[in-house]
């Protein structure tokens, strides 16, 4: 199991980042959140499966349709297990 802080930069707000995100976590049965930063970019905080983990990686590098993903970075922090569900934050 993984818990990995991600910051993507780009055009990454407005295009539906968050929504995204969020489906995706879901699908791939990840807890955690995203959210907007006030500098413009998106940044999330995943836990879950080291495979989902990586495979939520390689989709935040492309994002939705409409983003421009222009660098990600990644932080693995020691896995918690205490995040329940995946939610979108708001300032």
């Not at 998106?42 to 989902?52: N, P, Q, S, T, Y």
């Not at 409409?66 to 708001?90: C, I, M």
Request: hydrophobic share 35%.
């Amino acid at each position: 199991m993984k818990r990995m802080r991600v910051k993507i930069s780009g055009r990454v707000q407005g295009v539906f980042f968050r929504a995204e995100t969020e489906r995706m976590a879901i699908s791939l049965n990840l807890t955690g959140w995203v959210r907007n930063m006030e500098n413009g970019d998106v940044e999330a905080l995943f836990e879950g499966d080291d495979k989902d983990i990586e495979r939520m990686l390689i989709w935040c590098h492309n994002g939705p349709p409409h983003a421009r993903v222009d660098r990600v970075e990644t932080e693995e922090q020691p896995y918690s297990g205490d995040l329940r569900g995946f939610s979108v934050l708001y300032w």
